[in-house]
């Protein structure tokens, strides 16, 4: 799975570029409504085939706001993306991938069924892992095999990797068609 975090207009440019290696089932973007663009953001993705999941509402250090306020964040975020899809929203991302045990809960009882960190490591269906690609690390990414490859795109614009991020695409693709044979 290819992992696009946060709301940002420039993300609709990764979203052109993966529509067009035919990966928009392999790929979710987790949206927060930081921006005031979100809903057309979110739509335009959806449009596309994307799968849509939860950056919370503010995109908060979750690990630094009142359990009221937890709440509100992880309940409100996957109600709006629901309204705008019209699909259940089952994907969560931590924001800066800061997370405990509490929050850990506040995400199942807010009926997430998966939850990614920014950590390496899978530890479970709550705490899945990545592989955070910086833009610089691409021989790397295609040296492993990860469940979750995280991208940002400003790691594309300020390491002018855009050329890579089109052969990660090529390779990812093929690795792709050739486990599912």
Same mark, same amino acid.
């Given at each position: ?6 709301? %940002? ?5 990764? &979203? ?7 990966? @928009? ?10 921006? =005031?663009?979100?809903? /057309?953001?979110?739509? +335009? ?5 994307? *799968?849509? =999941?939860? #950056?919370?509402?503010? #995109? ?8 009221? @306020? ?11 993306? /629901? /309204? ?8 969560? &991302? ?11 809960? &506040? ?10 960190? %920014?950590?390496?490591?899978?530890? =479970? @269906?709550?705490?899945? =892992? %990545? ?9 790397? &990414? ?7 490859? *995280?991208?940002?795109? +400003? ?8 050329? *890579? ?17």
């Amino acid at each position: 799975m290819i992992s696009i975090d946060d709301t %940002c207009i420039e993300n609709m440019i990764i &979203a052109d570029i993966i529509k067009e290696k035919g990966l @928009e089932k392999e790929t979710i973007f987790f949206a927060d409504f930081i921006d =005031g663009n979100a809903n /057309e953001y979110i739509k +335009y993705l959806h449009n596309l085939g994307f *799968q849509i =999941g939860s #950056h919370t509402v503010n #995109h908060l250090k979750l690990t630094d706001i009142s359990d009221d @306020e937890l709440e509100a964040q992880l309940n409100d975020s996957k109600k709006m993306i /629901e /309204e705008i899809t019209g699909k259940p929203c089952i994907w969560f &991302a931590y924001p800066y991938g800061l997370f405990n045990n509490k929050i850990v809960e &506040a995400v199942k009882k807010a009926g997430y069924k998966y939850a990614r960190t %920014c950590k390496r490591e899978d530890d =479970g @269906e709550f705490k899945l =892992g %990545c592989f955070e690609m910086s833009g610089k690390n691409w021989s790397e &990414a295609m040296e492993r095999k990860y469940a979750i490859y *995280q991208m940002h795109y +400003y790691n594309l614009e300020q390491n002018n990797s855009f050329n *890579q991020f089109n052969q990660f695409l090529t390779w990812y693709k093929d690795e792709t068609n050739r486990n599912n044979k």
